[in-house]
């Protein structure tokens, strides 16, 4: 079975400080792991996914397949960065489905 | 471009009655999933549609059931509401791998 775990429920931070939001996950094939954000009151939406070893508002992700994990992490945080974060894995191969299985979220906080 | 498009945005309705869902996905998008989002279970896959055939399902019960139509818009139908299916019901849409845009949501609250 797949899973995303995401052992921080809340994580509070100082404007300026770095982030690290943790993320495991459990799958035996090779799955495409993602960040998705939620901004208070705005819809869920597309941080980055580790096929595209981008950087997006200054988060970046690593995909370590030995830990299986993929933590999403910033250097410095700020306010605006406060919301809900969710990391979610599409398990591939399964026959061109792109189902996602999400993680609980972590709620962060930027404080000033 | 427009976005996804999820009507109605709210929606209240009584135990025992059915609901009806509507998705419009983004423009060319022929991919279309839907989530549930409860405080307590996070969100969990229902079903993914691609040409209007359902390419996967969750594991939810029969009520729980949906539909593609050939301009890909997408509907999903809630059948003998139980207090327990109060949630935020989300779609989603994806261009072939690109990763899914997702609506903003139907807020449902069974009474």
């Known amino acids: 079975a797949q899973r995303v775990t995401q052992p921080e429920k809340l994580l509070s931070v100082f404007k300026g400080a770095p982030v690290e939001l943790k993320c495991n996950y459990s799958?035996?094939?090779?799955?495409?792991l993602f960040w998705y954000v939620q901004y208070s009151r705005q819809r869920l939406q597309l941080l980055l996914r580790?096929?595209s070893r981008e950087s997006i508002k200054g988060f970046t992700a690593d995909l370590n397949k030995g830990e299986t994990s993929f933590h999403l992490k910033k250097p410095f945080a700020q306010e605006e960065d406060s919301a809900m974060y969710y990391c979610a894995l599409i398990p591939r191969p399964q026959g061109g489905s792109e189902k996602l299985v999400f993680g609980k979220g972590t709620k962060l906080t930027v404080n000033p | 471009k427009a976005g996804v498009t999820q009507t109605p945005r709210y929606l209240i309705k009584t135990r025992g009655q059915q609901v009806t869902l509507s998705c419009s996905p983004i423009?060319?998008?022929?991919?279309v999933s839907w989530y549930q989002q409860t405080p307590g279970q996070g969100l969990q896959f229902l079903f993914e549609y691609f040409s209007e055939t359902q390419r996967n399902k969750g594991n939810f019960p029969g009520r729980f059931s949906g539909r593609q139509f050939s301009n890909s818009r997408s509907e999903m139908n809630v059948s003998t509401l139980e207090l327990g299916d109060s949630a935020l019901y989300l779609c989603?849409?994806?261009?072939?791998?690109?990763?899914?845009?997702f609506g903003s949501g139907t807020r449902l609250t069974v009474v």
């Open positions: 989603a849409s994806s261009l072939a791998g690109s990763g899914y845009t």
């Open positions: 799958y035996s094939g090779s799955p495409e």
């Open positions: 580790h096929i």
């Open positions: 423009s060319g998008h022929r991919s």
